[in-house]
């Protein structure tokens, strides 16, 4: 028997009849991939399903970044400045960015903040300090995901 070869023509006897090559004796010796599923329709035509590529699936969101990655993506999105990036780099001088996140919290709070700011060697997404950075800097939930995914891209 001569088989009609189509690729991804509609099933016509359901599901059911499909059957990969390696299953069908009749068509040993294939060059197809062993595990393809195919259909015999009436008239000799075999019906190969291949599959559309599967979509790639959401990046993961890094929890955590280094304080390098950190202070590089700030300035990339221009959160700060690249001088206050070199400086908060160079001699640990907080940008102005940090210094009006730290001046708004109560006043309880503002110390462990500021050593917090000052000792940290990495930033983790749902940290309350990390949270208001973002939230000063006007960024909404997507917009962190995407700081923290193109952050954790910097080699």
Not at 42 to 59: E, I, K, M, Q, R
Not at 86 to 102: R, S
Request: charged content about 20%; overall charge negative; glycine content about 6%.
């Amino acid at each position: 028997m001569r088989y009609i070869i189509t690729e991804n023509e509609e099933v016509t006897h359901g599901p059911s009849s499909w059957r990969t090559i390696q299953e069908h004796a009749g068509l040993a010796g294939n060059k197809f991939p062993p595990d393809m599923p195919y259909n015999i329709a009436g008239g000799g035509v075999l019906s190969v399903y291949t599959p559309a590529p599967a979509p790639d699936p959401d990046p993961v969101v890094p929890r955590s970044i280094s304080k390098r990655q950190l202070i590089t993506q700030c300035a990339v999105d221009e959160w700060i400045t690249e001088a206050q990036a070199v400086a908060w780099a160079e001699t640990n001088t907080l940008p102005q960015l940090l210094e009006d996140v730290i001046a708004g919290l109560p006043s309880e709070s503002r110390f462990a903040a500021r050593v917090q700011a000052l000792t940290l060697v990495g930033a983790v997404i749902d940290d309350p300090l990390m949270l208001a950075v973002a939230a000063e800097a006007e960024a909404d939930e997507d917009a962190l995901n995407a700081f923290f995914t193109a952050a954790a891209a910097i080699e």
